[in-house]
């Protein structure tokens, strides 16, 4: 079956940096649009970025210039570089895979930005 497991979450103080990565199996990964969403205690969850098949990504505007999303086909992952994390950017950070009417999710990992 499709998984998507992620991992790189953490204490982290702002300012800071951390790496997430997102490992999927059981898909053809290369034709699925992979994102990122994060949701904090209290809130929806929201999008942080997402990267098309062909390489095509767009970002929240409270991320541009701070997070970037690659994938690495060969290795079936996604990574988000996130720069300059603010505590605001606290939150459990899900992957998820999109092809037409296919939609799977990871199983989050956490992200805390405090001092």
């Known amino acids: 079956q499709v998984q998507l497991v992620e991992s790189g979450g953490g204490l982290v103080q702002p300012g800071g940096s951390l790496r997430l990565s997102c490992a999927g199996s059981g898909l053809t990964f290369s034709i699925y649009s992979m994102g990122w969403y994060r949701q904090a205690p209290g809130n929806q969850r929201e999008l942080v970025a997402r990267?098309?098949?062909?390489?095509?990504?767009n970002y929240a505007d409270s991320v541009k210039d701070r997070f970037t999303i690659s994938r690495d086909n060969a290795k079936n992952t996604v990574f988000l570089q996130m720069n300059s994390l603010k505590p605001e950017d606290t939150a459990v950070y899900y992957c998820d895979a999109r092809y037409g009417l296919e939609h799977f999710w990871g199983q989050g990992t956490q992200v805390t930005v405090s001092s």
């Open positions: 990267i098309s098949r062909g390489g095509n990504t």
